[in-house]
């Protein structure tokens, strides 16, 4: 199975990540989390937004962007900003991909889009309003990503509780 790899940049509410580690979680990423984080990992809204989910996840933690690229030097990283020249859905995203994304407040720095401006990409939305949820932000990511892998190990089809089909 390809490996997806769910990046966080300094994230500041603990909701968003919460969110985030059960879409992981169902999905099967691995969540990369790296500090400073705006909230504790024992955060109640934390570990709400994500209960049942939360020893199910693949985590990784980081002191800082430099400790996360210098253990993950060969990934495919991809850089989601509302700066991006590239719309998400018009990437190809191979195995061992890494979704990246920055602080609710302040996106990536801007040093690094520089660096990387083949590998920024954003979600397209109207121009007058700043952007998305990031736990919203990460799902569409995710989603496209495994779209294209044509959802590998993953249920396609449910099932009704009471009846069947």
């Not at 933690?61 to 430099?66: C, I």
């Not at 991809?78 to 991006?84: A, E, I, R, S």
């Not at 700043?130 to 190990?153: F, G, H, T």
Request: proline fraction near 5%.
């Amino acid at each position: 199975m390809p490996e997806l790899n769910i990046v966080l940049v300094e994230p500041q509410i603990p909701q968003n990540t919460g969110n985030i580690s059960r879409t992981c979680a169902v999905t099967g990423a691995k969540l990369h989390l790296i500090r400073p984080f705006g909230f504790e990992i024992s955060d109640k809204h934390l570990k709400r937004a994500g209960l049942d989910y939360w020893d199910k996840l693949d985590i990784t933690y980081y002191d800082n962007l430099s400790d996360f690229f210098k253990r993950n030097k060969d990934g495919n990283f991809f850089y989601f900003t509302t700066k991006g020249r590239y719309v998400h859905s018009e990437a190809e995203y191979p195995d061992n991909s890494y979704l990246i994304f920055g602080r609710e407040d302040k996106g990536l720095p801007e040093k690094l889009l520089f660096e990387n401006p083949e590998s920024c990409v954003r979600i397209p939305m109207r121009n007058e309003l700043r952007s998305l949820n990031l736990s919203n932000s990460v799902a569409i990511a995710v989603y496209e990503v495994l779209r294209q892998w044509n959802y590998p190990d993953l249920s396609r089809q449910g099932k009704l509780t009471q009846y069947e089909w």
